[in-house]
């Protein structure tokens, strides 16, 4: 398994990536909404789409890389890896990332190293623009004594450019 993951990571870390990103979504919703450290959530991602990665003729994946921050000054930039499966029209949107946490005012999730798993649902209003809506979980995996994770639901404008 470490060879697998050793030869992924050299894969992805050697394409040709570059910093032109195809499209940008914008967020705002609902930051630990199952929790007492409920609060907004307003955040922003790049989507990288010249770097597709195909693994295994199955699917492609695509860079992504984002932040957000809460009301209560929690924040968090990350990177990750992205797929979308479905039609041009409506389609579900998957990523995982790794970031750098800062919890602020906000809830202490254990360590500044925090990993966050996306689900997004969009439909397209024009060539170029979508809305969705979404959720994520973001946590430290366990790599910490103290691993809460947050729960957090928004809604998404997503625009080509």
Not at 16 to 30: D, E, K, P, Q, V
Not at 45 to 58: A, F, G, Q, R, V
Not at 76 to 90: A, K, P, Q, V
Not at 123 to 143: K, T
Request: aromatic share 16%; hydrophobic share 35%.
């Amino acid at each position: 398994m470490k060879k697998f993951l050793l030869a992924f990571l050299f894969y992805a870390l050697s394409s040709n990536l570059t910093a032109s990103a195809n499209s940008y979504s914008i967020f705002g919703g609902t930051y630990d909404y199952d929790d007492d450290n409920t609060t907004n959530l307003f955040g922003l991602n790049y989507h990288i789409s010249n770097n597709e990665i195909d693994l295994l003729n199955i699917f492609t994946i695509n860079p992504v890389i984002g932040g957000f921050v809460t009301a209560k000054s929690a924040s968090m930039f990350y990177g990750g890896f992205e797929t979308n499966l479905g039609t041009d029209s409506i389609y579900l949107n998957l990523s995982s990332s790794a970031g750098i946490y800062s919890n602020g005012d906000g809830k202490d999730l254990g360590n500044a190293l925090q990993f966050k798993s996306e689900l997004n649902i969009f439909y397209r209003i024009s060539q170029e623009s979508r809305f969705g809506i979404g959720s994520h979980h973001i946590s430290n995996a366990g790599l910490d004594s103290v691993n809460p994770g947050t729960n957090n639901y928004y809604l998404i404008y997503n625009r080509n450019f």
